[in-house]
């Protein structure tokens, strides 16, 4: 993954051999080294060769050789985690399409008809096109195109005619502008034009060295872009609508896009003029200099794509050599490249940094990056279970404050929600839930998801059993947890047996509806455990407690059936040989923490043969063998191989986690590592963050697990840091031969925690941060 590594090896080398480790071979690659010594010393002269070279950002990358052709496959993405941008790095003619994530077409607070047109539910949009005809480029030899996962810089690089240029492009979060830079080393290498165009029919004017537009949609949304070009050498002029640059050293563009979209149902979802505040940013990015901007962006984005790593094994050098959408066929085709499944992990975390940050609007279907009008499934939040899958590695691989914008958003769609919940089930309902779809407007769209609201608060729980904020939890999780509570106390249904049925549910996207259906049986469940531990630790609201506690304990409880299966309905009726995508009855195992091995064993092995059954008719067959290409039809998708991996980690079965990561990069996994299903939905990307945790270290079962489920491939030698558990641990460890060598776990104040390694379970007092 790193090409560029001599330096940084030989200062390792020198470090380990001067202090504590003169028997190294200094002809063996340091990956390797690093996994036959102390664990913690390593990473901290490695971090130390690291850092003289911290804008390198070579490890690890996505690299090609060849421009790419199309959006959805081949283009590459950066994103501040408002603004992005999908480059495609052509050699003569530069394109640039740009997103800002508020530019949303349809109604406010509309509650009805699936509809993605100007008005109705809507949909979100293209923002807009930059193009760069380059003129004069000539015969290109030695191509390549790269992203930085950990810098998030982009860069293309080539020679023509003996002249060599560089371009970097990176999306800054502290200076709010998507920023591009073209050198070369020779003078007056660049001319050309430059235009912008608006995807919305906005004209763009250019004037002095800037280009710009402003509309408003036909939902009265406002927006606007502007670019400003700055160079060295050389002059830029206006031509008609474009800037025309000629002989010029370097090239330095800015970009910023924004809309009038405020997240306040009180004042209509809108907010001040888009262009001063535009404006305002672009000229303070102008003051800086290049130099200081891309410092700034690489301080703040290394904070977050630094913060947990995984060391799963070493990929053989003729793999290393490769360019990323070789080794992704030759992983197809059964190559091992450790390597790659660890960049898959690293690029998942860097899509969730690049879109989902505080003040921002969570990520979407495909996170921030569209080039349609007409995207499918509107690119919307779907609450049955892309929305919440997207953030299920947000707490545990370090990206808490990424996970704050799905909460502010669940806060902000709290009112509109309400009104929807009280039309449909009546105007006396407390509290709210949700339909499948949702727009930025409060907008409710398809489908009644009747358990959403539940499953969010899964969300707004968690964000406290991570993080331990006393004061989040008592102004903001507490109080959504009980008024779901309450909606589900006034809507929960009895049987004559006694029980308590969650009516007219539904089995997401699967099956009529009915009573009791064990998804919404079990997110209940999972709402009114979260709502206890929290109250509890408030210490408030006594009487209700009892309340919710006799509700939960009266839910019908999870069956076995008849080929010992954990059943999907009240009914018997699963069959061995459905191959759904969805595995929603298994909610309780992952993300829930109903069912496990340690206190539900019974369930749990149920749920494993339920498992086995969706992945290719194991039902009843339980000796076919498990492969890759075993897990058929339906059951391909972006999103129900990282699903599937998490269950299978939390069941204990690392081998077949680890063949769900394998089928995801197989056959829902484009040359630019962007996961489809089809099309391209970003839920693979972020669900595959929250799986692979699973398999290295669990917390959900009032202990941290250390690699409860690592495949035999990742259990010879490997190491994690930065891995977070409930209570507001941090966790590093070490692991050789599928046994734990050493571990650190810290927390900011010292307290006691169980410890489960090697099939012990130990009690121990955690380190001070």
Same mark, same amino acid.
């Given at each position: 993954?790193?090409?560029?590594?001599?330096?940084?090896?030989?200062?390792?080398?020198?470090?380990?051999?001067?202090?504590?480790?003169?028997?190294?071979?200094?002809?063996?690659?340091?990956?390797?080294?690093?996994?036959?010594?102390?664990?913690?010393?390593?990473?901290?002269?490695?971090?130390?060769?690291?850092?003289?070279?911290?804008?390198?950002?070579?490890?690890? $990358?996505?690299?090609?050789?060849?421009?790419?052709?199309?959006?959805?496959?081949?283009?590459?993405?950066?994103?501040?985690?408002?603004?992005?941008?999908?480059?495609?790095?052509?050699?003569?003619?530069?394109?640039?399409?740009?997103?800002?994530?508020?530019?949303?077409?349809?109604?406010?607070?509309?509650?009805?008809?699936?509809?993605?047109?100007?008005?109705?539910?809507?949909?979100?949009?293209?923002?807009?096109?930059?193009?760069?005809?380059?003129?004069?480029?000539?015969?290109?030899?030695?191509?390549?195109?790269?992203?930085?996962?950990?810098?998030?810089?982009?860069?293309?690089?080539?020679?023509?005619?003996?002249?060599?240029? $560089?371009?970097?492009?990176?999306?800054?979060?502290?200076?709010?502008?998507?920023?591009?830079?073209?050198?070369?080393?020779?003078?007056?290498?660049?001319?050309?034009?430059?235009?912008?165009?608006?995807?919305?029919?906005?004209?763009?004017?250019?004037?002095?060295?800037?280009?710009?537009?402003?509309?408003?949609?036909?939902?009265?949304?406002?927006?606007?872009? #502007?670019?400003?070009?700055?160079?060295?050498?050389?002059?830029?002029?206006?031509?008609?609508?474009?800037?025309?640059?000629?002989?010029?050293?370097?090239?330095?563009?800015?970009?910023?896009?924004?809309?009038?979209?405020?997240?306040?149902?009180?004042?209509?979802?809108?907010?001040?003029?888009?262009?001063?505040?535009?404006?305002?940013?672009?000229?303070?990015?102008?003051?800086?200099?290049?130099? $200081?901007?891309?410092?700034?962006?690489?301080?703040?984005?290394?904070?977050?794509?630094?913060?947990?790593?995984?060391?799963?094994?070493?990929?053989?050098?003729?793999?290393?050599?490769?360019?990323?959408?070789?080794?992704?066929? $030759?992983?197809?085709?059964?190559?091992?490249?450790?390597?790659?499944?660890?960049?898959?992990?690293?690029?998942?975390?860097?899509?969730?940094?690049?879109?989902?940050?505080?003040?921002?609007?969570?990520?979407?279907?495909?996170?921030?990056?569209?080039?349609?009008?007409?995207?499918?499934?509107?690119?919307?939040?779907?609450?049955?279970?892309?929305?919440?899958?997207?953030?299920?590695?947000?707490?545990?691989?370090?990206?808490?404050?990424?996970?704050?914008?799905?909460?502010?958003?669940?806060?902000?769609?709290?009112?509109?929600?309400?009104?929807?919940?009280?039309?449909?089930?009546?105007?006396?309902?407390?509290?709210?839930?949700?339909?499948? #779809?949702?727009?930025?407007?409060?907008?409710?769209?398809?489908?009644?998801?009747?358990?959403?609201?539940?499953?969010?608060?899964?969300?707004?729980?968690?964000?406290?059993?991570?993080?331990?904020?006393?004061?989040?939890?008592?102004?903001?999780?507490?109080?959504?947890?009980?008024?779901?509570?309450?909606?589900?106390?006034?809507?929960?249904?009895?049987?004559?047996?006694?029980?308590?049925?969650?009516?007219?549910?539904?089995?997401?996207?699967?099956?009529?509806?009915?009573?009791?259906?064990?998804?919404?049986?079990?997110?209940?469940?999972?709402?009114?455990?979260?709502?206890?531990?929290?109250?509890?630790?408030?210490?408030?609201?006594?009487?209700?407690?009892?309340?919710?506690?006799?509700?939960?304990?009266?839910?019908?409880?999870?069956?076995?059936?008849?080929?010992?299966?954990?059943?999907?309905?009240?009914?018997?009726?699963?069959?061995?040989?459905?191959?759904?995508?969805?595995?929603?009855?298994?909610?309780?195992?992952?993300?829930?923490?109903?069912?496990?091995? #340690?206190?539900?064993?019974?369930?749990?092995?149920?749920?494993?043969?339920?498992?086995?059954?969706?992945?290719?008719?194991?039902?009843?067959?339980?000796?076919?063998?498990?492969?890759?290409?075993?897990?058929?039809?339906?059951?391909?998708?972006?999103?129900?191989?990282?699903?599937?991996?998490?269950?299978?980690?939390?069941?204990?079965?690392?081998?077949?986690?680890?063949?769900?990561?394998?089928?995801?990069?197989?056959?829902?996994?484009?040359?630019?590592?962007?996961?489809?299903?089809?099309?391209?939905?970003?839920?693979?990307?972020?669900?595959?963050?929250?799986?692979?945790?699973?398999?290295?270290?669990?917390?959900?079962?009032?202990?941290?697990?250390?690699?409860?489920?690592?495949?035999?491939?990742?259990?010879?030698?490997?190491?994690?840091?930065?891995?977070?558990?409930?209570?507001?641990?941090?966790?590093?460890?070490?692991?050789?031969?599928?046994?734990?060598?050493?571990?650190?776990? #810290?927390?900011?104040?010292?307290?006691?925690?169980?410890?489960?390694?090697?099939?012990?379970?130990?009690?121990?007092?955690?380190?001070?941060?």
């Amino acid at each position: 993954m790193c090409k560029n590594t001599a330096h940084i090896s030989i200062r390792f080398r020198a470090c380990t051999k001067l202090f504590i480790f003169p028997n190294l071979n200094p002809n063996e690659p340091i990956k390797t080294q690093m996994k036959s010594v102390n664990f913690f010393y390593a990473t901290v002269l490695l971090m130390s060769a690291l850092a003289v070279n911290a804008n390198d950002g070579t490890k690890p $990358k996505l690299w090609y050789n060849q421009p790419a052709k199309k959006w959805e496959t081949e283009a590459l993405p950066i994103g501040n985690g408002r603004l992005g941008a999908m480059l495609f790095g052509d050699i003569n003619t530069e394109h640039i399409q740009f997103n800002e994530q508020s530019l949303w077409s349809g109604d406010n607070n509309w509650d009805g008809a699936y509809t993605t047109g100007d008005h109705g539910f809507g949909s979100y949009r293209n923002f807009g096109d930059i193009t760069i005809n380059f003129d004069k480029i000539g015969q290109v030899n030695s191509y390549s195109r790269s992203l930085a996962i950990t810098t998030g810089i982009h860069n293309t690089t080539f020679t023509a005619n003996g002249i060599t240029v $560089k371009r970097d492009a990176f999306a800054s979060h502290p200076d709010q502008v998507l920023v591009f830079k073209y050198t070369a080393n020779k003078k007056a290498a660049f001319s050309g034009k430059i235009s912008l165009a608006s995807a919305q029919g906005a004209i763009s004017t250019a004037q002095n060295n800037e280009l710009s537009f402003a509309g408003i949609l036909p939902n009265q949304l406002k927006y606007a872009a #502007s670019l400003r070009l700055l160079q060295r050498g050389g002059t830029v002029r206006t031509e008609g609508n474009s800037l025309v640059f000629e002989n010029c050293n370097t090239l330095t563009i800015y970009v910023n896009a924004r809309t009038n979209y405020k997240p306040d149902y009180v004042l209509n979802w809108r907010g001040a003029d888009p262009m001063p505040l535009i404006q305002q940013e672009q000229t303070a990015a102008q003051k800086l200099s290049y130099q $200081k901007l891309i410092k700034r962006h690489i301080a703040d984005i290394t904070r977050l794509t630094k913060a947990a790593t995984i060391n799963i094994g070493t990929s053989a050098d003729s793999i290393l050599a490769l360019a990323t959408d070789i080794r992704l066929k $030759k992983y197809i085709a059964g190559a091992a490249d450790p390597d790659l499944e660890e960049t898959l992990f690293q690029y998942g975390r860097y899509l969730l940094v690049s879109s989902s940050r505080k003040g921002g609007l969570p990520a979407n279907l495909q996170g921030l990056w569209n080039d349609s009008n007409t995207p499918a499934w509107a690119s919307d939040y779907h609450s049955n279970i892309n929305i919440q899958m997207n953030y299920w590695g947000a707490e545990t691989t370090g990206l808490t404050e990424c996970h704050v914008p799905l909460i502010d958003f669940i806060v902000a769609a709290e009112e509109p929600s309400r009104m929807a919940t009280r039309k449909a089930f009546g105007e006396r309902t407390r509290g709210w839930t949700a339909r499948t #779809s949702q727009s930025i407007f409060g907008g409710h769209g398809w489908e009644w998801n009747i358990p959403a609201s539940a499953w969010y608060a899964q969300h707004v729980f968690e964000h406290w059993a991570f993080t331990m904020d006393k004061a989040y939890l008592a102004k903001t999780a507490y109080p959504i947890l009980k008024e779901i509570c309450q909606y589900w106390e006034d809507r929960l249904k009895q049987t004559s047996g006694g029980t308590l049925v969650v009516p007219m549910g539904w089995s997401p996207e699967h099956g009529p509806r009915e009573d009791g259906v064990m998804h919404d049986q079990q997110l209940v469940w999972d709402l009114f455990q979260n709502y206890l531990d929290a109250a509890k630790v408030l210490g408030i609201d006594v009487d209700y407690q009892a309340t919710v506690a006799n509700m939960q304990q009266h839910l019908a409880p999870n069956k076995i059936g008849s080929w010992g299966q954990l059943q999907e309905w009240q009914t018997d009726r699963d069959r061995p040989d459905d191959q759904h995508r969805h595995t929603s009855h298994l909610f309780g195992v992952y993300p829930g923490r109903q069912i496990t091995l #340690s206190q539900t064993p019974a369930l749990a092995h149920a749920a494993i043969i339920s498992l086995r059954s969706r992945s290719g008719n194991y039902g009843v067959n339980r000796d076919k063998p498990f492969t890759v290409a075993s897990t058929v039809g339906d059951s391909r998708r972006s999103w129900s191989w990282p699903w599937r991996g998490a269950l299978w980690a939390r069941l204990g079965e690392g081998e077949k986690a680890a063949i769900m990561i394998r089928g995801l990069l197989t056959y829902n996994t484009s040359p630019n590592l962007l996961t489809t299903h089809p099309p391209f939905q970003i839920d693979g990307n972020l669900g595959i963050i929250g799986a692979v945790p699973e398999m290295l270290m669990q917390s959900h079962a009032g202990e941290i697990h250390l690699l409860p489920a690592i495949p035999k491939a990742w259990g010879i030698r490997g190491s994690f840091t930065g891995l977070k558990a409930r209570g507001g641990f941090t966790v590093s460890c070490t692991w050789q031969n599928g046994k734990v060598i050493s571990y650190k776990i #810290s927390s900011v104040v010292s307290q006691k925690v169980k410890v489960r390694a090697n099939n012990e379970l130990r009690e121990i007092i955690s380190t001070r941060i």
